[in-house]
């Protein structure tokens, strides 16, 4: 054998030794820069988003900048058959998902419960609790099999307490924390691990999707305070993935420093 295709042999087998973390929502904000950090750590990506020219994009700029490798699962999160055709179709060496990062997640509206949008309603609470709930029951089970793994849920502030127009948001992410906790409870007898990160303020597209395109007024949303940035938050996830396996980082309120609560930020 030639040297090059001994080096060659053993670039492959390093690939499939790297471990393997799979993201939802991962063309854009919180979701996108755990992609960059877990690539930067020198794992196997699955990104998943609805758009899959934006992760063909941030696909070719992750190969190209960390040489790690990165396979695209281009389904909406609430299309439970798409996600179990991709999940179960995967190439056996992509099967072992060592952790996964439910992000995926939207609020739409900021109306009072009782004027709000039906559509919004059920968009949110179909994406924020159902398909992280779906993505859990469908890579967890092979997780508990070889006896390792760890979800990384995102949640909220926003589900610690109600906030005026955003109630149904706000229960979407209190069920996250519940659903983590859940979990948690259900896995306790396993190596496994569960974390639920919980965002305040992010400056990311969140607030455009909110108020529906309205980028003026979602730009006041970070006005007179420096917000959070989704690498601020990937950082947290990723410190919580590479804690020793003994430690369980089983929740974490990560807040910009003018911010005490969901309703309560102090602007300059
Ligand atoms: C987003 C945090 O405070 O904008 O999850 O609702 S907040």
Redesign the pocket.
Known sequence: MRICDIFRTFAANITIMAKIAFITGASSGIGKACAYKFAQGGYTLLLNARSEDKLQAIQHDIQQQYGVDVVLLPFDVRDRKAAEVALTTLPDQYQSIDVLVNNA?L?LGIDKEYEGIEENYDTMIETNITALLMMTRLVVPGMVNRGKGHIINI?????DAA?PG?SV??AT?AAVKVLSDGLRMDLVDTPLRVTNV?????ETN??VT?FGGDKERADK?YQGIKPLTGDDIADVVYYAASAPEHVQIAEVLVLATH?AS??LVYRK
Request: net charge positive; aromatic share 12%; proline share 4%.
């Open positions: 997640g609020a949640g909220s502030v926003a589900g906030y955003g948001y706000c992410k919980k965002p305040g303020l992010v969140f607030s909110r949303v911010q969901g309703s």
